[in-house]
């Protein structure tokens, strides 16, 4: 049985044991009905999925892309959080074309905030510290889907001082006049954590951006 088959089964097998109306009818409702829901919390999830993912050997790079892919077409959302829990338990296994292949498929699949965040922690984030790659960014900032966009502002997350925030800055200075709420949410997120080592340069982007909306305004004072 190829990998890909064996963790589908073995997640669609688990997964419905947990459902939970009410739950799901209420996750449903606060991701605006995005995909509707088995139900599971998210420490039930983890804790499936962890006794499952230890139960396989280890996936090629590609096995592991092709298979996020797989739980993202299935219909429930619990499927596609397994998509980036499975990405984050197997990260070793993903090598430096991963995120050309899989990224943009995987950020763009069913693509609202909850996912494409999950995505951006579990795998942006550790992999373009391992595999620096500005050409993706890059394309993925001048993009027209917000998704990505906010992908591309937030890939830095977490790194604190190792930030390199001369290109964060100008990540997020190209989108500085949008009031797309995604969009402008990422670039508050960036500068606030920016400010927590570095007030100087977010007071000085805020100064050279009067127009900046007030979103990320409020987030990148936060700190201040």
Not at 32 to 37: H, L, N, R
Not at 168 to 183: G, R, T, Y
């Amino acid at each position: 049985m190829s990998f890909q088959k064996r963790v589908i089964t073995a997640i669609k097998h688990e997964f419905p044991k947990h459902q939970n109306r009410n739950r799901s009818i209420g996750a449903f409702n606060y991701m605006k009905g995005i995909a509707p829901f088995i139900g599971i919390d998210a420490p039930t999830r983890r804790k499936i999925l962890k006794k499952i993912f230890a139960s396989i050997p280890e996936p090629t790079s590609d096995e592991l892309g092709l298979s996020a892919l797989a739980l993202m077409k299935q219909k429930e959302r619990e499927f596609h959080y397994a998509a980036y829990d499975l990405i984050e338990y197997f990260l070793e296994s993903a090598d430096s074309k991963f995120l050309d292949k899989y990224g943009e498929k995987l950020i763009t699949s069913k693509p609202w905030w909850d996912t494409v965040d999950g995505l951006g922690t579990a795998m942006l984030a550790p992999l373009t510290i391992k595999f620096p790659n500005r050409t993706l960014i890059n394309e993925w900032n001048k993009s027209s889907n917000i998704w990505l966009i906010r992908s591309s502002i937030q890939h830095q997350r977490g790194r604190k001082r190792l930030t390199e925030v001369s290109y964060v800055l100008k990540l997020c200075q190209n989108h500085a006049e949008s009031d797309e709420f995604f969009i402008v949410k990422a670039i508050g997120w960036a500068l606030r954590d920016i400010s927590r080592f570095d007030k100087t340069s977010v007071k000085q982007f805020l100064s050279e951006n009067p127009n900046l909306s007030a979103v990320a305004v409020k987030e990148a004072k936060r700190y201040l």
